[in-house]
């Protein structure tokens, strides 16, 4: 692991691209076009952001925002904003990227009046499910055969707002 004094956030641009594909691709088993990325940063420009280190993009979140009925009270109808994807290069994780990353994110779709957050993630990826936990984020349910690969995923869910006050 790399010990980070200090990362910086902003937002996706559309030469960020390679680097991104790159962390995708070493990170997730699940992977998307040049075009899918693109398209998402056209219509969402605001929940793309990228982490740097050293100018080094070694982290991103990537969302859009959807309208159906409520994760959380299936009676609603809502705004939600939808993590597609986050990765952390495995040398920068355990460091607060990915919180923060999730935390920033979350801020930014309530400018597209997201009034809540979900996230699809491996049954088996116990370090992410933490980090979502902490972050406020509740199981909804399993979603059986979610991935390529067969296996289950939890949607969690939360309310927005994000307070920064219910990490302390």
């Known amino acids: 692991m790399i010990q980070v ?21 070493t990170c997730l088993p699940e992977n998307y076009s040049p075009f899918f990325f693109l398209e998402l940063h056209e219509h969402y420009p605001r929940t793309f952001i990228v982490a740097e280190v050293d100018r080094q993009i070694v982290g991103y979140v990537m969302c859009r925002i959807e309208s159906g009925f409520s994760q959380l009270r299936r009676i609603e109808f809502a705004k939600k904003g939808h993590v597609v994807s986050i990765a952390v290069m495995p040398d920068y994780r355990k460091q607060g990227i990915a919180k923060t990353l999730m935390i920033e994110v979350m801020k930014e779709m309530e400018t597209y009046n997201a009034t809540e957050c979900f996230l699809e993630v491996r049954v088996t990826n116990q370090p992410a499910i933490n980090l979502y936990k902490k972050l406020g984020f509740q199981i909804t349910r399993t979603i059986k055969a979610y991935y390529h690969d067969g296996e289950d995923a939890y949607e969690m869910c939360r309310k927005l707002p994000y307070k920064e006050t219910e990490n302390l």
């Open 5 to 25: 004094k200090t990362f910086q956030l902003r937002p996706f641009k559309a030469e960020d691209l390679d680097h991104v594909m790159k962390i995708n691709l």
